[in-house]
């Protein structure tokens, strides 16, 4: 490694490919869409591919296939929830715009995509394990909406035993609950995706077709950058960005009722206008939520601010398809 | 898939393995350790490794060979902070811990291993891009204590820029920053692990040589029991535990200085009860650090309750090498 580095300055650009250069001898093509060595045709490896890739991004894109839905499926949205740090209340976002949407009567589902962290079940209050029959497995309703959910925790012996995996195998059984749970008729299917931009988001990006990613982010400006490398990630991806939800904003005082700012002042609407990702709501770090989830009663939580982005997404989803039907349109004619 | 899963409930112990099983076209030999199909020997590519390993775990355990150093570097300990779950406050744990050890005299290091969403250099107001020179890559030193350290983001040309890479290559960079690293004469290394169970915990716990593990909660019972599938991760390891931090265990209103848990009452005491792992601490949700950790100006923060922590760890470690070199003598004898 280091003859490689001997001839360059780690501070230049380049340098992450140092990094990347080491990987070969255990990465896969499919990884090629996501390596920067791929990407300007350094790799040894991939260097056809790569070169092919980077001349012509749409065949680059055309190559990683998205993933078809089961026969039994009828799945009309799918959202990612997405937020690069963790601990900002992304599953709880995920959680609460899901009830939220059912609340509207929309048939929803909940794909727990964070497999080495899965904390859906638990603010479900689900403790029953998901069975399986001859066509695959069956995910777990919620008992108050009857929300089905799937998590890697629904199918382990006990729910803090530790998948001790790496990432191959946890991109194929965030691959295996899209292709083998039987979700049935659904509007929308939130996906709760773990911290970071490793492999679950660039699986589910990659093989899911997602209709587009809620971000969630905390007023820390380490929170900020971090949420950056996630949009900075769904761009590179084509993926839409659906909107950005601040949580954690503030705390109010049970004693005093004053208003404060644990994590500092808000930051979702500068980052909103920085990233120009509309800002979907302010929510607070609020003790009954936390109460709610550790007792596995999230449903009960209903906050105005979250009930009103229902329909937001309802409307830019709405539009999205039209255009998609008028683009299908004038392709046929 | 649908074929494995018809004969089997997914609620058995078992079901597992029909996850796993999926992954042998892309995982490598090195995933056995980690792989329960490995383990119980249903693995159709490893089957023989994997009944050798469950027959002879002291065979398996030195079939993962640690990592040399480097010959530039001399590493008395090396300290990893873990947390399983995200946003507890685990890296700004592992800086504070860092800090207080260089207060006492203690040369120290920080490898942050949290590849996809670094937040140490941030912390330590580090700007400036890491150097390379023939022998290797050169850490950045902290401004105050002159901490060494080494992240991610000091070789990327932004540090809102992703790292989109799956687990192989993000497990190789985290090897690469102790092999390649000078690192130089260091009483303490500190790893800051990311959140879950995947590759660079494994990665960490398999290839450094590994002194023992801080675990890092938060009050949910969300985060302890993400956190308890991190202690049981480092036990299957055989990754000694020095202890738990207790994060954001509460907030001192700063209008009527009232305590409020905003996290629910503190459960500190109860997880060191239950997984017999000492809490070495409990510290507040204090908006003073989440401001210096946004200034860059973590080591202006010196909590008493982080400080009581160094001689704590000292001990324990000058213990176990004691033990370890009594172990060696009555070998050589």
Redesign the interface.
Known sequence: ??EK??T????Q?G??R???E??PE???P??CS??QAAADGTCPLQHEKAQDERVRPDKAKSAIEKLPQSQFNDIRHVVAVMS?????GKSSVTALLATAFAREGYKVGVLDA??????IP??FGIK???????????PVQSETLRIPVMS?N????H???????????????VK?FW??VVWGDLDFLFVDL??????AP?TVMQSLPLDGIVIVS?P???AV??V???I??AR??NTHLLGLVENMSY?I????G?K?????PSKGQAVSEATDIPLLATLP?D?KL??L??KGRIEDYNPDAVASVVDFIVKILDHMDKLKAKDHESKVQ
Chains 1, 2 share one sequence.
């Open positions: 490694m280091s580095i001997e360059r300055n780690a501070s650009a340098e992450g140092d990094l990347e080491r990987a255990s990465c896969t499919e990884d996501s390596c690069g740090k963790g601990g900002v964070d497999i080495t962290g899965p904390s638990r603010m029953k394990r998901a069975d399986s029959f001859e066509f695959g497995l069956l890697i629904l199918l382990l012996p729910e803090d035993d530790p998948v001790i995996w790496r990432g191959p195998i946890i991109a194929n059984v295996q292709t083998d773990p911290p970071g931009t490793g492999d660039l905390s820390q400006d380490l950058m971090v950056k490398k996630a900075k990630m590179i991806l705390v005082c049970p004693h005093c004053n404060h700012e644990v994590f500092g770090l003790p936390s109460e989830c550790d």
